[in-house]
């Protein structure tokens, strides 16, 4: 039997070989010449060109140039998270689209943000500090009316919660019951009631069997296996059919309300998962990778009710409360959508995102949407993005360990690669002392940082006759794991091919104490 491909978010059809059941107005007819030269010249599909150029206002250059200020942006951001630990108050682009801004909490680390090409901003608390406060709310998940959601928001240095008009006195009430002090609080309103974009209709492209009738939802991401898409689009053992009503799959993963809202579906041996994105103007835009974009940055999205529409990530990590319940760790933007859209990829240029989740508003007077995090579907079910490379991405990761004399180990799901470069060669350098043995340190400052999917590296430079063993910890949901390690006499050097998300290094004294110099990489 002849193989059916997924593409992503497929198309909308009203049976197998009819047209195109819904469109929006042409953009691929309508590309300026601007544009289809920026798409030659970045390497950036010109549909996404095109819808950035309708809904942001950018000419073809200006939205390539935006594309790749991200890029660069995610980067930075990573390697200066690592590099001042603690201190780290986050990072966002300015309204501007190529301005990148970072937080710190201390003056002595704003040489280094100029350094790396960013403006130094100074406040008050470090990111750490902000999710702290965030996760105290978290805990309370209190039902609070006229209360819709919070989020660190790293512009103005304050956790922010979302109330009704009306509603603020509650809003503060909440946060002092979760013990978050007043003056990291700002509280804004809103008329919005965020819901999951989802609706429960008779067509369209991917179909869950529910209790009542039939859900419709939007196809996120392929992976090896399947596809990733909204948790709140079924639940385990939940049949699925792809848009021509033929058997497609069964959900095997979904978490919806709590934690997160992402599910993923293994599909049967009839479909082929494709790195694509339907436009819905009969074309394929291409899924290279999986870089987080900034706050700042533009985005797109595509979902089977609306089809491509584009606009500006505003915050991270919000916790929102939708009539099912709250769900936290959710990217926020002014991106519109409507249901159905549920479940469907987010993009910044070649680079997937995240999932729709849910949001207020629709896209004829437009409004607020929020998207579940791909690289954290990726990470909490194990699984690797197909992309265009023809090379899975964001999976368990492959890695190794390497050092001067010891063993080196690494997770069994991990491979052999080239070890580090010399300690001197790598870009953040971070010193520290241990002086007890058997005691351990983690870095940087006691702290994490966050890095994109790719290469880290690092080189240990352990005092003589002293033997310290390395530790490259991700945080996941029982707290960090070991994901690489390099042990036995002398320096080390590591290096792992890993999936984006929270690290941090744990240097060991197993015998001898002493000063030492860890050098860091980060993709």
Request: one cysteine or more; a neutral charge.
């Amino acid at each position: 039997m002849q193989r059916r491909r997924i593409a992503v978010a497929a198309a909308v059809v009203a049976a197998a070989g009819a047209a195109v059941a819904f469109t929006l107005p042409s953009m691929a007819g309508t590309t300026s010449s601007a544009g289809k030269k920026a798409s030659t010249r970045s390497g950036v599909a010109p549909q996404i060109l095109a819808a950035m150029q309708r809904d942001l206002g950018l000419d073809g250059d200006q939205a390539a140039a935006r594309l790749q200020r991200a890029r660069w942006a995610s980067r930075v951001s990573s390697t200066l998270s690592a590099r001042t630990g603690a201190d780290f108050g986050g990072a966002w682009l300015a309204p501007d689209g190529t301005t990148l801004k970072v937080a710190i909490t201390d003056p002595a680390a704003e040489d280094a943000v100029r350094a790396a090409g960013a403006v130094p901003v100074l406040v008050k608390r470090s990111e750490q500090t902000l999710v702290a406060a965030k996760e105290k709310l978290d805990a309370v998940r209190s039902d609070a009316a006229g209360v819709t959601g919070w989020y660190v928001d790293v512009q103005t240095n304050k956790l922010v919660v979302v109330a009704k008009p009306g509603r603020t006195a509650a809003a503060r009430s909440l946060a002092s019951e979760a013990g978050v002090k007043a003056d990291a609080v700002k509280v804004v309103t809103s008329a919005d009631s965020p819901k999951p974009l989802f609706d429960v209709r008779g067509a369209d492209p991917y179909f869950i069997s529910v209790e009542g009738g039939t859900a419709r939802c939007s196809i996120g991401f392929s992976v090896e296996g399947g596809f990733v898409t909204a948790g709140h689009c079924g639940t385990p053992g939940d049949q699925t059919a792809g848009f021509n009503q033929q058997a497609q799959g069964t959900v095997k993963a979904s978490v919806f309300p709590g934690d997160a809202d992402m599910g993923f579906v293994a599909v049967n041996g009839n479909w082929t998962p494709r790195p694509v994105v339907n436009d819905f103007q009969g074309n394929e835009l291409p899924v290279a990778g999986s870089t987080e974009a900034p706050v700042g940055a533009a985005i797109c999205r595509s979902g089977s009710t609306t089809g491509t529409h584009c606009g500006t990530i505003l915050a991270k990590n919000q916790t929102v409360v939708y009539p099912e319940g709250a769900v936290t760790g959710l990217t926020r933007t002014n991106v519109c959508a409507e249901g159905g859209d549920s479940g469907g990829p987010w993009l910044s240029g070649d680079q997937a995102q995240g999932v729709t989740s849910g949001g207020s508003g629709d896209c004829k007077v437009g409004g607020e949407t929020f998207f579940q995090p791909v690289n954290e579907i990726l990470a909490a079910n194990n699984l690797k993005l197909v992309t265009s490379g023809g090379a899975a991405d964001g999976g368990a990761g492959n890695g190794d360990a390497g050092n001067g004399g010891g063993e080196a180990t690494t997770p069994p799901s991990e491979e052999p690669a080239q070890p580090a470069s010399d300690c001197t060669q790598l870009p953040v350098q971070r010193q520290g002392a241990i002086n007890q043995a058997g005691a351990a340190q983690a870095t940087p400052g006691n702290g994490a940082f966050r890095a994109n999917a790719g290469r880290q590296s690092a080189c240990l430079d352990a005092p003589d006759g002293a033997d310290f063993d390395l530790f490259l910890q991700r945080l996941t949901a029982g707290g960090f794991r070991t994901v690489a390690k390099a042990t036995g006499d002398g320096d080390k050097t590591l290096s792992a091919n890993l999936r984006a998300g929270t690290y941090r290094y744990v240097v060991r004294a197993t015998s001898g104490t002493g000063a030492y110099t860890l050098g860091i990489a980060v993709p």
